[in-house]
């Protein structure tokens, strides 16, 4: 079983910055892609931002240039830096990883969510 902690979500004015944390842990013997995903009220849940055990990353076009996905693979931590926010980012930002576990199955984990909040 393999869980993922998110954490650094909260209430910031328009044009602020937040950095998301998410932390896997449990029974992984390899962990490949982490992404980030957002759900607003009464919007399914999108991707935000992705990135793979290589580095390469994906993004978004409504966050592009303004957020930065990066991992630590020491770590088993994936990271979401929120810069130039505005009110339509606000969502629940959930962290989901993607691996093979120590019994060598696929496992497609999804964290609790965290509420990002772009409010004057």
């Known amino acids: 079983q393999v869980q993922l902690v998110e954490s650094g979500g909260g209430l910031v004015q328009p044009g602020g910055s937040l950095r998301l944390s998410c932390a896997a842990s449990?029974?992984?013997?390899?962990?490949?892609?982490m992404n980030w995903y957002r759900q607003a009220p009464g919007k399914e849940r999108d991707l935000v931002a992705g990135?793979?055990?290589?580095?390469?990353?994906n993004y978004a076009d409504s966050v592009k240039g303004r957020f930065t996905i990066s991992r630590d693979n020491d770590k088993n931590t994936a990271y979401l830096q929120m810069n130039s926010l505005k009110p339509e980012d606000t969502a629940v930002y959930y962290c989901?990883?993607?691996?093979?576990?120590?019994?060598?199955?696929?496992?497609?984990?999804w964290g609790q969510g965290t509420q990002v909040t772009v409010s004057s």
């Open positions: 989901n990883a993607r691996g093979l576990s120590t019994a060598m199955n696929l496992f497609d984990s």
């Open positions: 449990g029974s992984i013997f390899r962990l490949l892609a």
């Open positions: 990135v793979t055990s290589g580095g390469s990353t």
